[in-house]
């Protein structure tokens, strides 16, 4: 076998450094979240099912009202003190950041 010939100080150098650079990452865009499409007003059916069927709900939070009706939060908390004014139902808890409410029975 012939002798292998050797490189160069300067062509070692080159060498190592082009070897560690390889190819670049590519970062995925991540996943989208669904952007939700809920009404600011009431039309005249979400209306009447919110007189209707959440007075039956076990829980009722603005969030589930949100998330049932389609309807967003400050309206669901509208939603909530009108059904508590007419007494339809009647509070379980409520701190500054969570109100949970359920149906008002008769024998309460």
């Known amino acids: 076998m012939a ?3 050797q490189k160069s100080k300067e062509a070692k150098a080159m060498a190592a450094a082009n ?8 970062w995925s865009k991540g996943k989208m979240k669904e952007k939700v499409n809920n ?7 979400t ?13 009722i939070t603005p969030s ?7 309807i967003n939060g400050s309206l669901a908390r509208a939603a909530i003190k009108e059904l508590l004014g007419q007494g339809l139902i009647k509070v379980v808890a409520k701190s500054a950041s ?11």
Do not use: H, N
Request: avoid cysteine; aromatic fraction near 8%; proline fraction near 4%.
């Open 3 to 5: 002798p292998k010939e």
């Open 19 to 26: 070897a560690s650079k390889g190819k670049k990452k590519k």
């Open 39 to 45: 009404m600011v007003k009431f039309d005249k059916a």
């Open 47 to 59: 209306y009447e099912k919110l007189l209707t069927e959440v007075p039956k709900y076990k829980m």
């Open 64 to 70: 589930v009202l949100s998330d049932r009706l389609r």
């Open 98 to 108: 969570q109100e949970i409410y359920t149906r008002a029975t008769a024998a309460a």
